[in-house]
């Protein structure tokens, strides 16, 4: 039996390397409204909450609306151009599987990109589900969204954890009673992971699986 019945992760920087796909969006975007093009260091301090709330780094409330169209629409053309899967990511999910573990991706990330990008990479299949933005009322953290989630895969939170890498994913767990174990490929380094109450935290999926495996 696996160690985890229900083994959630996230995606931009737990399961893919997107950022260059979203630095190169935000670089396009923010100087037609006027504002410099940021770095990559500023564009991954503001990812994590959902797009609308990154933006809010960049742009006042009233250019949001327009902001995140335009990101979305320059997205969608240049959606599967870099990116890439993490280290491990696959290995993770096809021996979670294989211990008969059930595997889906939540994220905030708007769910069709979500799920092309999971199909560009050979995932899909893999998956019992992809959940992301847009295809619910809710994003991370709100509890309403993982239940949405559990309900969906017929999933218990007590044999659940959330792989992630930002305090999203693990306030997002939290809320929804179950355990968020972090890697550090994405936003956030492990002091910002532990001080988030992620309940481990790993250098990548790599180690993270090893673990998994040990018990």
């Known amino acids: 039996m ?6 959630l992760l996230d995606l931009d920087g737990t399961l893919v390397d997107a950022f260059t796909t979203i630095h190169r969006s935000y670089v396009h975007i923010l100087p037609t409204f006027g504002r410099p093009a940021p770095t990559m260091e500023q564009v991954r301090r503001a990812v994590g909450g959902g ?14 609306a327009d902001a995140v169209k335009a990101h979305v629409a320059y997205t969608d053309r ?11 990511a696959k290995e993770l999910i096809a021996a979670q599987r294989a211990a008969g573990a059930t595997v889906a991706v939540f994220t905030n990330k708007r769910g069709d990109h979500a799920r092309k990008i ?4 050979g995932l899909t299949r893999s998956l019992a589900g992809i959940f992301g933005a847009g295809d619910t009322p809710w994003l991370k953290p709100q509890p309403q969204f993982a239940a949405h989630v559990l309900t969906q895969l017929k999933a218990d939170a007590a044999t659940t954890m959330l792989v992630g890498d930002s305090p999203f994913d693990v306030q997002a767990a939290h809320n929804g009673g179950f355990v968020c174990w972090a890697v550090t490929t994405g936003t956030h380094d492990a002091a910002q992971l532990r001080t988030a109450r992620a309940e481990a935290v790993f250098p990548d999926l790599i180690a993270l699986q090893a673990s998994l495996v040990s018990g």
Do not use: K, S, Y
């Open 51 to 64: 797009l609308e709330n990154a933006m809010r780094n960049f742009l006042p409330d009233e250019l949001i």
């Open 118 to 121: 999971c199909a560009h990479l």
């Open 2 to 7: 696996p160690r985890f019945a229900t083994l």
């Open 78 to 88: 240049i959606l599967l151009e870099d990116v890439t899967l993490l280290p491990g």
